[in-house]
């Protein structure tokens, strides 16, 4: 079965950037993060729509 949702370390090296980098991404509304009992995880989809929206500006440029 595939993962839906991974953790932020998880998130971090999947987007080769540290946690905290991925926390300010989260903060400023760039990625999207659930919370689970208190975990915070991040779906996939959130990683996979955030490197779309990316290409697409440099697409633009």
């Known amino acids: 079965m595939t993962r839906l949702l991974l953790t ?3 998130a ?3 987007l080769a950037v540290s946690r905290g980098k991925l926390y300010q991404l989260l903060a400023t509304g760039a990625g999207d993060s659930i919370r689970i009992d208190g975990s915070r ?6 990683l996979i729509d955030y ?7 440099e697409i633009a440029v």
Do not use: H
Request: glycine share 0%.
């Open 8 to 10: 932020v370390p998880e």
């Open 12 to 14: 971090a090296q999947a």
């Open 41 to 46: 995880r991040i779906p996939v989809s959130a």
């Open 51 to 57: 490197i779309t929206r990316l290409t697409r500006k």
